[in-house]
């Protein structure tokens, strides 16, 4: 398996564009995670996703963040209007929920957004 | 809620020597404990991870250990090589579900 694949690598935007994310998670992977990662405040979970239902939202810091996973294969993490403060590095993650534990969590490659 | 932190920001070792990682975590039902390790320009690589049923877990050249009394676990690496330096996290679940919290990270440098 490739591993989560996430697209794109970079993207830099202008100051209120829309910016989309893209995840596809390893194949038979029923939990989907989106993480944002900043020097100040470290790996923030956004909203993750069970059986491409969404689970918990809370961490999405406002209505301007929308996800969505219309299938088992892919996910999109939207931003509109984009503003300066969300440059970071946004990861995808997946997982299968084992008999023991909660599984272990395999991120992609992260997407490095900086807006200008 | 769940906040899970780690004692030192940055860990110098000598090539050769064992380090020792630590961190602090706050919710006292979390029962899952995950270390990652996160490489310059990469995403977080799961290395080891502890139930809170056990204290001590051995993997490869690693230790995971784990105090429920004080909320507090360690993950030592034996013999660390330069292929260690990178930032380590631990993470808790929150005991709902598959959340997990992450700790502030600390960046190993091994020198040489």
């Known amino acids: 398996d490739a591993g989560v694949i996430q697209s794109p690598r970079h993207e830099v935007t202008e100051m209120g564009q829309e910016v989309t994310l893209r995840c596809k998670p390893i194949s038979g992977h029923d939990y989907l995670f989106w993480y944002r990662q900043t020097m100040m405040r470290g790996l923030e979970l956004l909203i993750y996703f069970n059986n491409n239902v969404p689970i918990d939202d809370s961490g999405m810091p406002e209505d301007r963040f929308s996800a969505k996973m219309p299938n088992a294969s892919f996910s999109t993490l939207k931003i509109q209007p984009s503003e300066p403060r969300d440059s970071a590095v946004y990861f995808c993650a997946s997982s299968l929920e084992g008999t023991v534990g909660y599984g272990e969590q395999y991120f992609g490659p992260g997407t490095r957004l900086t807006v200008t | 809620g769940e906040s899970v932190g780690l004692h030192l920001p940055t860990l110098s070792v000598q090539e050769g020597d064992n380090s020792i990682i630590n961190c602090a975590y706050s919710?006292?039902?979390?029962?899952?404990f995950i270390w990652y390790k996160q490489e310059s320009g990469k995403g977080p690589q799961f290395i080891i991870d502890i139930r809170s049923n056990m204290d001590k877990r051995q993997g490869q050249r690693v230790t995971v250990l784990l105090n429920k009394t004080v909320k507090h676990l360690s993950l030592q690496i034996a013999a660390t090589q330069p292929g260690d330096s990178a930032v380590y996290f631990c993470a808790a679940d929150n005991n709902a579900g598959n959340m997990l919290t992450f700790g502030g990270g600390t960046r190993l440098m091994v020198k040489p």
């Open positions: 919710n006292s039902a979390s029962d899952y």
